[in-house]
């Protein structure tokens, strides 16, 4: 079974096989050797400078990566403004919430790109108001509820305009994607281990600046991103980890890097994700967004009238492929395909074949 659902993903043999290493104890030097491979590899991914930037290893999903970002590193005295055009960004806000978090929240269309001049409209209003300023915007890098792929350029261009630091969920962009950190603004980049790193579910990290680590807050125990941060350069760890879930982890980084790296794979990604979108077209399946404002991890397609979503997932799962719904609302009027994992064009090709016997 291919899984063409947005993570977790289809692992290579070598990423599975690598669950089968000796037991280890997360007490032993064995270990901190584990996990110093992963924090280098996970900064080598993107060249990023250790001197600058460190990689925080968690136990969790995603959203664990996603919560320690948000809960720490904005100041107890600070003020966040969550960008929101789908699921994730809605959970960003939930998150603020259930911590008590200073925040406000500019909610867009799931079909839109973020509104600039909304966005700017508030952080001014809030100047203007004498309430307390806003230090920190955090955005959703690829919405993985429609595929699209916020730009983060005029985001950071306002940041930097305001002197405001950037937190992104880059759960499923990390390793595929092109993130731009040396623009000042960006703080931190939330992630996890089985997108498109290819490792399995389990492990998740923030990417942070050192500096923004110095003012971080302390509002969570398991997820204390600071604490984590410090027991990790010290080659400890505060809890039990997932340790099968580091040794796939970094073999799929060796994997990664030996493939080329991540610009090789943000090229795979985008060959498979055509392929799909010019099969499907030919079929009279269309995108839900443009390719230009999509990802290249996952795109979403029209229902074609006729033809539910039940009965597509049932035919493409007895073909050997797992999809996903649409989120919320959308589940009635489209489908998602991932291209993330170990997929080759072959495994495509199928895939169509079998959209082909469904018409
Ligand atoms: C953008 C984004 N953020 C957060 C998450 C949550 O990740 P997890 O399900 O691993 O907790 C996902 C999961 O698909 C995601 O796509």
Redesign the pocket.
Known sequence: MLLLN??PVTLSERVRRSLLQPDLCPRESEFFDLQDEARARLLAVYALDPSEWTAVLMTG????A?ESMVASLVPEAGRLLVVENGV?GE?IAQMCAQYRITHDRVVGSWMAAPDIAAITARLDAARASGAAPFTHVAV?H???TTGRLNDLKPLTELCRARDLRLLV?G??SFGAETLDFASGPLSAVAA?A??CLHGV?GA?FVVVRREALAQAASRTYYLDLGRLARLQEQRNTPFTPAVHTYYALVEALRELEEQGGRPARYGHYAALAERVRTGLAALGIETVLPPVESSVVLRSYRLPVGLTYHRLHHELKAGGFVIYAGQGDLAKTLFRISTMGNLTMADIDRLLTCFAKLR
């Open positions: 947005p993570g999903s995603g959203t664990a996603v994730y959970r959703v690829h919405e993985t969920d759960v499923s996890t089985n997108k579910p998740s």
